[in-house]
C-alpha cells in the first residue's frame, strides 16, 4: 500500500465515520434514556434526506453557483433536513412508543413496534407517487414524487474544490466541510447534554427516572427532547452524507442505520462521545478492510468488528453511560 493510498482511505475513511458517528447519536441519546433501541431512527435519517433534496428542488439549486448563495442553500437545506427528522422522530416516539410506555409495554413489544415505524416510513415514502396520485397531486407534485423507489439525486450547489494535497492525495473542501461540520455539531451536542438545564434533565432520567421525578423532571418532556435531539443530528448528518454521496433512496436507512447502530454499539451505547468515536473507527476499518479484502468485503469487516467488540468488551470501547456522563 502506498503512502498516497493510506492516506486517502484514512482521510475518507474519517469523512464516512464522522456521518456514521452523528447519525448514531439518535440511537444513542433513546437507549441512554430509554433502554431502548429506536431501529425507526434509519427512516428518521432518510426523511431527512428527502427534505434536502426536495428543499434544493424547489429553490433551483444548481451545480457551479457562487460561494455565498450556495453557501446559503446549503444552510436552508440543512435546517429543513433537520426540522423534517426532529418532526419525524417526534412522529415515532408518538405512535410508536408513548401509549407502549404508558402500558408498561415489555421492551420486546416496544422493538417492534419501532421495526414496524420503520417500515411504515419507508414504504410511506417509497409509494409517494401513489399517495400523491390518490389525493390528485401527481402532476403538481411530478418532481417530487415520480421513480419514488429509484435513486434521487442531491444537486450540492457549492462546488467541491482541491484545497491543498498530502503525498499525491488531494483533499477536497467538501470532505473537510463534512468532516469539520459533523465534529463540531457532534461536540456541541455532548456539551449541551453536560452543561444545560435540559442535558442535566436527560442525564438525571438516564440515570435514575424515579429520583429525577421527585426532582421535579418531567419524565415525558426529556423523553420527547431526546428523540427530538437525535432527529436534529440524523437530518444534519442527512445532508453531509449526501454531500459526500450525492444521492438518496427510500430505503437508504436501511443498511447506513445498521452501521450507525454498530458505531454507537463500538463507543459504547449510550456515551455521546462514544458515538463519534465508534463513528470514526468504523469508517476506517470500512476503508481499509475494503482495500485488504475488497470492496465487497466492506460490510463483513465492519460487522465482524462489531461481533469482536461484543465478545471481548461488551460495553463498547468507551463504556459509559449516558447517566454517568460528567459535565
Known amino acids: 500500500m502506498s503512502l498516497e493510498t493510506f492516506i486517502d482511505l484514512t482521510f475518507t475513511g474519517l469523512v464516512v465515520g464522522a456521518i456514521y458517528g452523528l447519525f448514531a447519536l ?8 430509554l433502554r431502548l433501541i429506536n431501529f425507526a431512527h434509519s427512516e428518521v435519517f432518510m426523511w431527512g434526506s428527502f427534505a434536502a433534496v426536495w428543499v434544493m428542488m424547489l429553490l433551483g439549486g444548481r451545480t457551479g453557483m457562487g460561494v455565498l448563495p450556495a453557501i446559503g442553500l446549503l444552510l436552508v437545506a440543512l435546517v429543513a433536513a433537520m426540522l423534517v427528522s426532529g418532526g419525524v422522530a417526534l412522529v415515532v416516539e408518538r405512535l410508536a412508543y408513548r401509549r407502549l410506555r404508558a402500558k408498561n ?40 414524487v415520480e421513480k419514488a423507489r429509484e435513486n434521487v439525486s442531491f444537486v450540492n450547489p457549492l462546488q467541491s474544490v482541491t484545497l491543498f494535497s498530502i503525498s ?31 442535558g442535566r434533565g436527560v442525564r438525571a432520567v438516564s440515570q435514575d427516572p424515579e429520583a429525577a421525578a421527585l426532582m421535579g423532571v418531567d419524565k415525558n418532556r426529556v423523553i ?29 436507512g436501511f443498511i447506513l442505520g445498521i452501521k450507525a447502530f454498530t458505531a454507537a454499539v463500538l463507543g459504547g451505547i449510550g456515551n455521546i462521545r462514544g458515538a463519534l468515536l465508534g463513528g470514526l473507527v468504523l469508517g476506517l476499518a470500512e476503508n481499509y478492510g475494503s482495500n485488504i479484502f475488497g470492496s465487497n468485503w466492506k460490510d463483513v469487516v465492519s460487522f465482524l468488528l462489531l461481533v469482536l467488540v461484543l465478545l471481548f468488551r461488551p460495553t463498547g470501547i468507551l463504556g459509559e453511560s449516558l447517566g454517568k456522563a460528567r459535565a
Do not use: C
Not at 439518535?26 to 434514556?33: A, E, P, S
Not at 420527547?224 to 440524523?234: D, R, W
Not at 444534519?236 to 450525492?246: E, K, N, R, S
Open 105 to 144: 409495554a415489555p421492551p420486546l413489544v416496544a422493538l417492534i413496534s419501532a421495526i414496524g415505524m420503520s417500515f411504515v416510513l419507508s414504504e410511506v415514502m417509497g409509494l409517494r407517487d401513489r399517495i400523491a396520485g390518490w389525493v390528485g397531486l401527481r402532476e403538481p407534485l411530478a418532481p417530487y
Open 168 to 198: 499525491g492525495f488531494q483533499v477536497r473542501s467538501t470532505q473537510v466541510i463534512v468532516l469539520v461540520a459533523a465534529i463540531v455539531m457532534m461536540v456541541g451536542l455532548d456539551q449541551f447534554v453536560r452543561r444545560s438545564r435540559l
Open 224 to 252: 420527547q427532547l431526546t428523540f427530538l435531539l437525535g432527529g436534529l443530528m440524523a437530518g444534519a448528518a442527512a445532508v453531509l452524507y449526501l454531500m459526500h454521496i450525492g444521492v438518496t433512496k427510500f430505503n437508504v
Open 26 to 33: 439518535g440511537y444513542t441519546l433513546v437507549y441512554g434514556v
